[in-house]
């Protein structure tokens, strides 16, 4: 059985008014993308999207990431180096729980495609082409691992996004990168029912912040009663288990690279790593576990007018 939910996280309504703008769709980074903004913006930020499309993308081979995985690139240009620079402190200060050099094991794992898992040995010869202890920033050296930026380059995008509508002068607007969510004003967000993902689990309220969601109900596949998803423990390579409890982690804050970062750290560390947002100004984290239960950093409710949905 193989399932693909396109967005955990769903902007609701704006509030306040927002007349003049407009909405659009529109498919990169691997994604479904919806902008609502006043229409020269949504513009502006589709042909930014395509611009990090050209610098982020994995499998086109005219990409920047690509050429540098190949080989052929031996340099990094500012946005890979700078969003590098965030894997490194990620990878740190979560323990290796984030680790944007596992390439080797997402491509054997392959989801999209995957309908049985891969075998212990396969796994083993894939995490050896991982690690981003074996890396080096500069001068770049890959030491024979592959980097993906899966897990971070649509906030990195969002918050570029963002920041160019701001800067125009854009004071509404709901970016939606698959699910990586940018809110310029005030708009009501739903998570998804991780166990009935047609309908809402909970709500709340976001002024000019992200929020990112991660989850196991995603992207995945069945076999042998056992699901297999995209979120890999950089530590054993197989499919990571939350320490056994975690369904799906989102993540609020200004900065949408770090929400994405730590929604996809924290569903690899389990319920402990909601303290993985100390280390991020005004971050907040709400976890909901496989028995339904809402585990949240303190003050998510207050902060955010949390409501859960029966
Ligand atoms: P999505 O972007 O699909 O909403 P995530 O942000 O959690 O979900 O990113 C998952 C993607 O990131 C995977 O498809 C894979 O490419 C990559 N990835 C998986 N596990 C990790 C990890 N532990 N650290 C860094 N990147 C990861
Ligand atoms: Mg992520």
């Known amino acids: 059985m193989k399932r693909l939910f ?37 513009e502006k930020t589709y042909e930014l999207c395509r611009k990090y499309e050209k610098i982020f993308s994995r499998t086109d081979p005219e990409s920047e990431l690509y050429l540098i995985n190949s080989g052929a690139k031996k340099t990094a240009g500012e946005d890979i180096r700078a969003l590098l620079s965030l894997c490194e402190k990620m990878y740190n200060i979560t323990g290796g729980a984030f680790d944007c050099t596992l390439g080797a094991l997402s491509d054997l794992w392959n989801i999209k495609e995957r309908t049985v898992p891969p075998t212990k040995e396969e796994i083993a010869s894939a995490l050896n082409k991982t690690g981003f202890d074996k890396i080096s920033l500069s001068p770049l050296s890959l030491g024979g ?18 920041d160019a509508l701001y800067k125009s002068g854009v004071k509404k607007a709901i970016l939606d990168l698959g699910g990586n969510v940018y809110v310029l004003g005030t708009a009501r ?58 369904s799906s982690v989102t993540v609020i804050s200004p900065s949408s690279a770090a929400a994405d970062c730590l929604s996809t750290a924290i569903f690899v560390t389990g319920e402990k790593g909601l303290e993985l947002c100390r280390a991020f100004p005004d ?28």
């Open 283 to 310: 971050t907040d984290a709400l976890i909901i576990t496989n028995k339904r239960t809402v585990l949240t950093t303190d003050g998510f409710k207050k902060k955010y007018s949390l409501e859960i949905l029966d």
């Open 6 to 42: 396109s967005f955990l996280l769903i902007p609701l309504i704006f509030c306040g008014c927002a007349k003049k703008n407009e909405t659009r769709r529109f498919f990169a980074l691997d994604t479904q993308i919806t902008v609502t903004a006043p229409k020269d913006a949504c």
């Open 145 to 162: 691992t592959q980097l993906d930026f899966g897990a971070c380059a649509k906030g990195y995008i969002a918050d570029k996004a963002a």
């Open 189 to 246: 967000v739903g998570v998804r029912d991780p166990q009935s993902p047609d309908k809402l689990f909970c709500r709340f309220t976001l002024k000019d912040k992200s929020a990112v969601t991660s989850g196991s109900y995603q992207r995945f596949f069945e076999y042998g009663g056992v699901r297999y998803h995209h979120i890999l423990d950089p530590k054993t390579g197989e499919c990571a288990q939350s320490g056994g409890s975690v």
